[in-house]
């Protein structure tokens, strides 16, 4: 079956950085979009990034331009989402979801379980 499974997440001071991995299983990584999503406290979930299956075009929130980077390897069928000068208020749990549809949010139709981002002091 399609599974992905997040890690790399957890607590970093302001400024620093981390790098989040999406490994996927059970399906044709390279035919997928794969888009990273995050959901703070009290918050809806919102994406952040997504990449084409040849990694060709890539899709950034505003609130992520410039600090964060998707890319993939489909050799190691894994998704990248590499995050630099955190900031407090990217504190939330970070989801990799895919699709055949393209880099729209809302057409995404399996995700993995989640990794945990916590930015601060």
């Known amino acids: 079956q399609l599974q992905l499974v997040e890690s790399g997440g957890g607590l970093v001071q302001p400024g620093g950085s981390l790098r989040l991995s999406c490994a996927a299983s059970?399906?044709?990584?390279?035919?997928?979009?794969i888009g990273w999503f995050r959901q703070a406290p009290g918050k809806e979930r919102e994406g952040v990034s997504c990449?084409?299956?040849?990694?060709?075009?890539?899709t950034y929130a505003d609130s992520v331009k410039g600090r964060f980077t998707i890319s993939r390897d489909n050799a190691k069928k894994t998704v990248y989402l590499e995050m630099n000068s955190l900031k407090p208020e990217d504190t939330a749990d970070y989801y990799c979801?895919?699709?055949?549809?393209?880099?729209?949010?809302?057409?995404?139709?399996?995700w993995g379980q989640g990794t945990q981002v916590t930015v601060s002091s």
């Open positions: 990449i084409s299956g040849n990694g060709g075009s890539t």
């Open positions: 059970g399906f044709a990584l390279d035919y997928y979009f």
């Open positions: 979801a895919g699709t055949l549809m393209g880099c729209h949010w809302g057409k995404f139709n399996f």
